[in-house]
T-cell receptor, first 111, second 117 residues
C-alpha cells in the first residue's frame, strides 16, 4: 500500500524564522510529488517535483526531491504570518490519476 | 491556469435528506475527476474517482449507494450524499487533472462544507 508521511505534524515558529517541512513516501511506480498549501478552504498548488536534485523555487518557498531516499522537503525562509496554513504533500503514481496525500503539516507563524 | 468550480460552498440539511454537490472544470476537459473528504485537522481522503461516461471507482470503505457520483459530461461531475446523517458532516472537495500531459498538477474546487442536523 502506498504511503505518504509528513513531519512534523505541527510547528510553531516566529516571524522571520526559516522552516523545513518533510515528506517521505513509499509508492509503487512513482511519477511525481506535489506540495499544496491549504488555508481555510481548498488546497492551492505550490510545486510539482518529478526529477531528483532539481530545486524548485517560488519567492521564499523552495522544494527539492530525492528519489533515491524517497523524500522531499519544503523550505520557507523569512516566514510571515500569512504562511500559516496546513502544507500537504501528495504523490502521484503511474497506477492512477488520483493524488495520495500525507496528513499535512500545520504551520503557525506568530508575530 | 485551469480552474475547477465547486458548488455549493456550504450547505446545511436535515437528517434523511439528500444533497447534491457539483464540480465543474471551467477551462479544460476532465475525463476523470476525484472526490475527497476531509475531517477537521485531517488530510484529504480519496472517496472515489469519477469517470466520464462510466461508473465511478470507489475507495474501500466508501458506500456506493450513499455517495452517488455522476460524470455525465467532460466538464461536470456531481456527488450526491443520499439520506444524509450527522456523521456525513464534513468538508468535501473535488479535484480534476488534465489527462494529458501526464505530469500535471491537480486543481481543486473550493470545497463544500456539509452540515447535517
Amino acid at each position: 500500500e502506498d504511503k505518504v508521511v509528513q513531519s512534523p505534524l505541527s510547528l510553531v515558529v516566529h516571524e522571520g524564522d526559516t522552516v523545513t517541512l518533510n515528506c517521505s513516501y513509499e509508492v509503487t511506480n512513482f511519477r511525481s510529488l506535489l506540495w499544496y498549501k491549504q488555508e481555510k478552504k481548498a488546497p492551492t498548488f505550490l510545486f510539482m517535483l518529478t526529477s531528483s536534485g532539481i530545486e524548485k523555487k517560488s519567492g521564499r518557498l523552495s522544494s527539492i526531491l530525492d528519489k533515491k531516499e524517497l523524500f522531499s522537503i519544503l523550505n520557507i525562509t523569512a516566514t510571515q504570518t500569512g504562511d500559516s496554513a496546513v502544507y500537504l504533500c501528495a504523490v502521484l503514481s503511474n497506477s492512477g490519476y488520483a493524488l495520495n496525500f500525507g496528513k499535512g503539516t500545520s504551520l503557525l507563524v506568530t508575530p | 491556469g485551469a480552474v475547477v468550480s465547486q458548488h455549493p460552498s456550504w450547505v446545511i440539511c436535515k437528517s434523511g435528506t439528500s444533497v447534491k454537490i457539483e464540480c465543474r472544470s471551467l477551462d479544460f476537459q476532465a475525463t476523470t475527476m476525484f472526490w475527497y473528504r476531509q475531517f477537521p485537522k485531517q488530510s484529504l481522503m480519496l472517496m472515489a474517482t469519477s469517470n466520464e461516461g462510466s461508473k465511478a471507482t470507489y475507495e474501500q470503505g466508501v458506500e456506493k449507494d450513499k455517495f452517488l457520483i455522476n460524470h455525465a459530461s467532460l466538464t461536470l461531475s456531481t456527488l450526491t450524499v443520499t439520506s444524509a446523517h450527522p456523521e456525513d458532516s464534513s468538508f468535501y472537495i473535488c479535484s480534476a487533472r488534465r489527462t494529458e500531459p501526464l505530469n500535471t498538477e491537480a486543481f481543486f474546487g473550493q470545497g463544500t462544507r456539509l452540515t447535517v442536523v
